[in-house]
């Protein structure tokens, strides 16, 4: 410890600290001094900033003061101006009402005067209406005297007289309007039939059913017939139809009420005798064929038909019906072909009368589907086509078209009509249907003579190729007889029509 280095190591640094001490103390006075020296200089500027903003703030006092004082001078300038403005304007509207006042008074006073006058002018027409009455009753009283009437007796005869006036004079416009009617109406049915008829044309007569089936060699018939007639029985009992084999060369022919098995028996034997090997067996495969083969035509018939009369909707059933009419005439016309053409001119027909073009086409196409049923079914073609359609669901329009088309009631729809118009245009049109010569001439003479069977008849013709028959007589009601006779005593196609012509025309149908 007695080291004079570290005595004098530590005396340095007691040094040190005692310096540094001092030196702390008095850079702190100097801050100090320092410090108050700033803070009076912010104080003394402080003070000087405060009397500018007192000064300046007294300045827009003043400014402020000056400007509100200006505002509310032209604000209480411009409300007197507008009080001002207003009380003219109401001084200007008090007048218009004084007016206005003094214009109703003035008005009052004169409805006022036109009343007292309208009362004196009513005063005055009651009395001269009960004047007028007056003398009204005293003209009564004399005309009751000259006429020995009553006034309801009077009264009854004139409107007795002015009634038989109307009667006559409606019942002569009633009558020029029905004749004027009438031969509009039939001017625009001609038109009508006559551009269906333009429209649709078909054959002039239709085709047959074939029931002769040609040989190559009268060797063949032998080969038919077979040996002891096994061949010939084969093929009569499997067809159901008779063969007659006689002196005609190269020729067999098919005889039967049913013309499917007739057209089955046809192709059957034009199969087995190109084909060669006749024999039970064969013609048993071979009718069989046949069968299926006339079944699918029958179907594509009937499809056929419906897809170009364009029905559609019909039941499988309806269609095997149609197609099985293919196979089916009367008086030479094929059915099918003919149920076609009507459903054809049905819907051209009710096109132009704005009726149900569809439902006079399905109408048309199903009239004569009674016609494909066989002698099985008992009944006429009209009361079997009703039944058969009713049975797959037809509408009542249909049934009742069928059931109207050859006037076993009364048709009471358009449908029902323009199908009945439809199955006469096409039935009756030239060439649609075969008559021989001696046939057709026979039915001639037979109708003249019918015609002059009756008391009375001077002379009959028939005319219109036998759908005419005219008369020259003076009976009314002989026309309705004639038509009866005919439609007891004959069969014809269609309709034929009855003319008693003398002062007056009579027209009845034999249907």
Request: negative net charge; hydrophobic residues 40%.
């Amino acid at each position: 410890m007695d080291d004079p280095k570290v005595i004098a190591l530590v005396v340095g640094l007691a040094a040190a600290v005692i310096f540094f001490i001092i030196g702390c103390f008095i850079g702190y006075i100097a801050r100090k001094r320092s410090a108050e020296k700033a803070i009076g200089s912010a104080e003394a500027e402080a003070g000087r900033l405060l009397e500018e903003g007192k000064k300046e703030a007294e300045a827009a006092k003043k400014e402020i003061l000056v400007e509100a004082k200006d505002e509310a001078i032209r604000i209480r300038n411009e409300a007197e101006r507008e009080a001002k403005d207003r009380r003219v304007e109401v001084q200007r509207q008090e007048h218009r009402v004084s007016q206005k006042e003094e214009n109703l008074d003035r008005k009052l006073e004169n409805l006022e005067r036109k009343e007292e006058q309208l009362n004196r002018k009513m005063k005055d027409v009651e009395a001269e209406r009960e004047e007028v009455a007056k003398c009204l009753g005293e003209q009564n009283e004399m005309l009751q005297k000259v006429a020995q009437m009553t006034m309801e007796e009077a009264r009854d005869v004139l409107m007795e007289r002015v009634e038989t006036d109307a009667r006559h004079d409606m019942a002569m416009r009633l009558s020029a309007l029905e004749q004027e009617y009438k031969d509009s109406a039939e001017e625009k049915a001609k038109n009508i039939i006559a551009l269906a008829v333009q429209r649709y044309a078909a054959d002039s007569v239709s085709e047959q059913t074939v029931s002769v089936v040609d040989l190559p060699n009268d060797e063949m018939k032998g080969r038919i017939i077979g040996r002891e007639g096994r061949n010939i029985r084969a093929i009569e009992t499997l067809t159901g139809v008779d063969l007659i084999i006689d002196d005609t060369p190269e020729a067999i022919a098919i005889s039967t009420f049913d013309p499917v098995r007739r057209e089955v028996a046809r192709l059957a034997l034009e199969k087995l005798v190109s084909d060669g090997r006749i024999h039970p067996s064969r013609v048993e495969d071979i009718v069989e064929k046949c069968r299926k083969e006339v079944d699918l035509a029958i179907r594509k018939a009937g499809e056929q038909a419906t897809f170009e009369t364009g029905v559609h909707g019909l039941h499988p059933e309806l269609i095997k019906l149609l197609g099985r009419m293919k196979y089916r005439t009367s008086y030479g016309q094929n059915v099918l072909r003919h149920s076609i053409e009507v459903s054809l001119i049905s819907g051209m027909i009710a096109s132009e009368l704005g009726v149900d073009v569809a439902m006079a086409k399905r109408a048309g196409l199903l009239h004569d589907i009674g016609k494909s049923m066989t002698h099985e079914v008992d009944g006429s073609h009209v009361q079997i086509g009703v039944d058969v359609a009713r049975k797959y669901k037809e509408s009542k329009e249909v049934l009742h078209a069928i059931e109207a088309h050859h006037g076993d009631v009364e048709p009471h729809t358009y449908i029902a009509m323009i199908v009945q118009a439809a199955d006469a245009i096409s039935a009756a049109r030239p060439g649609a249907r075969r008559e021989n010569l001696e046939n057709y001439i026979k039915r001639l003479q037979k109708l003249e003579e019918i015609a002059n069977s009756f008391k009375g008849i001077e002379k009959a013709f028939a005319i219109q190729a036998g759908r005419e028959i005219r008369i020259m007589d003076d009976m009314i009601f002989l026309a309705r007889d004639i038509a009866r006779k005919v439609e007891s005593e004959l069969e014809y196609p269609g309709q034929i029509k009855i003319n008693v012509v003398r002062e007056t025309r009579q027209s009845e149908y034999a249907k």
